[in-house]
C-alpha cells in the first residue's frame, strides 16, 4: 500500500532559524503532492501542492517544498520561521488518476521559541 | 462564502451505541471526503462523494462505519457499536469538482468523538 513517511515528529526551533521537514512516499508512478499545515485551534490548510512543472513550489508565509523524483521525497522548507509558524505539518500524496483521496504522513510538530 | 462545517463538534458515548456525524460541505462542492486522525497521527481516508454516490469507500474500516449523502449536498457518517478504538477527530473536507484529483481540499474544524 502506499504511505508517507515524515523523518519529525517534532521540531523546535528558535525564531530566524532555517526549516526543512523531510517527506518521502511510496508510490512508482505519478503522484500530485501537498504539504498541509494546521495551526493551534484551526482547520487544516493547504500550504503548497505540487501537480507538474518546476518542481521547486513556493507557497503562503514564505514556504516552499522541492519535489526530488529519483528520491521519492517532496520536502518542505522556510529560510528563516517566525514564532507565528508554530503548528503541525502533514505531508499528503494523490495518486494520480485514482480520484481525490489524499494519503497523510503522521504529521510534524514544530515549535519555534520567540 | 462558509467552510466546511461539522456538527457536533464533540461527542461522547458509551461503548456500544450508535452515532452520527455530520458534514456541511462548501455550497457547490461537487465532492465530499471523510478522513479519521487519530491522536499522533495524520487523516487516514475513510470514504469519499462524487454527487450523492460514494465513489471510493475503501478506507471504511468495518461494516460498523457508513456514510451516506442523500441529497449531494451534507453528509452523514454512522457509526453502529461504538468501541474505544473509534475514539478520534473525524474530519470532512469538500472540494469543487467531480472526478479530480487537481483541486484542492478544505477542511472543516472535524468532530471529537470519544467513546467511554
Known amino acids: 500500500a502506499q504511505s508517507v513517511s515524515q523523518h519529525n515528529h517534532h521540531v523546535i526551533l528558535s525564531e530566524a532559524a532555517s526549516l526543512e521537514l523531510g517527506c518521502n512516499y511510496s508510490?512508482?508512478?505519478?503522484?500530485?503532492l501537498f504539504w498541509y499545515v494546521q495551526y493551534p485551534g484551526q482547520h487544516l490548510q493547504l500550504l503548497l501542492k505540487?501537480?507538474?512543472?518546476?518542481?521547486l513550489v513556493k507557497g503562503i508565509k514564505g514556504f516552499e517544498a522541492e519535489f526530488i523524483k529519483s528520491k521519492f521525497s517532496f520536502n518542505l522548507r522556510k529560510p528563516s520561521v517566525q514564532w507565528s509558524d508554530t503548528a503541525e505539518y502533514f505531508c499528503a500524496v494523490n495518486i494520480y488518476n485514482q480520484g481525490g483521496k489524499l494519503i497523510f504522513g503522521q504529521g510534524t510538530e514544530l515549535s519555534v521559541k520567540p | 462564502g462558509a467552510g466546511v462545517s461539522q456538527t457536533p463538534s464533540n461527542k461522547v458515548t458509551e461503548k456500544g451505541k450508535y452515532v452520527e456525524l455530520r458534514c456541511d460541505p462548501i455550497?457547490?462542492?461537487?465532492?465530499l471526503y471523510w478522513y479519521r486522525q487519530s491522536l499522533g497521527q495524520g487523516p487516514e481516508f475513510l470514504i469519499y462523494?462524487?454527487?450523492?454516490?460514494?465513489?471510493?469507500d475503501s478506507g471504511l474500516p468495518n461494516d460498523r462505519f457508513f456514510a451516506v449523502r442523500p441529497e449531494g449536498s451534507v453528509s452523514t457518517l454512522k457509526i453502529q457499536r461504538t468501541e474505544r478504538g473509534d475514539s478520534a477527530v473525524y474530519l470532512c473536507?469538500?472540494?469543487?469538482?467531480?472526478?479530480?484529483?487537481?483541486?484542492?481540499?478544505?477542511f472543516g474544524p472535524g468532530t471529537r468523538l470519544t467513546v467511554l
Open positions: 508510490y512508482g508512478g505519478t503522484v500530485n
Open positions: 473536507a469538500s472540494s469543487q469538482k467531480l472526478a479530480s484529483s487537481y483541486n484542492e481540499q478544505f
Open positions: 455550497s457547490g462542492h461537487t465532492a
Open positions: 462523494f462524487q454527487g450523492t454516490g460514494a465513489a471510493d
Open positions: 505540487y501537480f507538474s512543472g518546476d518542481p
